[in-house]
């Protein structure tokens, strides 16, 4: 069955944050973290829900249309990964705002989330060195509306 992607709502949070431990063991956000991103008037938390919350996507979308969204975090249940789920995820939060340019930051290393994001027309335009905690660089990725169809 696909999940069907939805806003989250206030009864989303606990699960997402309780996935958000297990995809990121090392830089889960905190509770406190996560009540501001359900709460702020700039944030999106899509979910992914197939009765339990299979993954989930977190946007910054500012108010002046001129300024790019930032994908801040997606991430899906290792149980579900590689069976399109975030490619659902992704598809719905650029579909939201068509006509804004997108960035994003990745760990060098992440290749499956660098794949994903390629897949959707993301192209790296800058690196920070050292940026994650073990020395990984940071990616910047842009995906411009003018990019794609
Ligand atoms: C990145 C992530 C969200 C991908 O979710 P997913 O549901 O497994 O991805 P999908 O099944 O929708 O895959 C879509 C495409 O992405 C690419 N992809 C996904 N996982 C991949 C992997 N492990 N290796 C290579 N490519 C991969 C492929 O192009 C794939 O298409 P294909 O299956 O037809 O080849 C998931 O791996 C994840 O949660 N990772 C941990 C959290 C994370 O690192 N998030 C990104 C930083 S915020």
Known sequence: MRPAIRLAGPADR????????ACFPK???SETSWAD???RPDRRVLVADEGALAGYAVLLVPPATDDPVDLLRIAVDPAHRRTGIGRQLLTAALAAHPD????????A???AA???YRAFGFEEISRRSNYYAGGEDAVIMRRQEKDHD
């Open 100 to 107: 804004r340019t997108v960035l994003l930051e990745v760990a």
């Open 37 to 39: 991103e359900f709460t």
């Open 14 to 21: 606990p699960a997402v944050v309780a996935l958000d431990a």
């Open 27 to 29: 830089d889960a956000w």
């Open 114 to 116: 660098i794949a994903l």
């Open 109 to 111: 290393g992440n290749e």
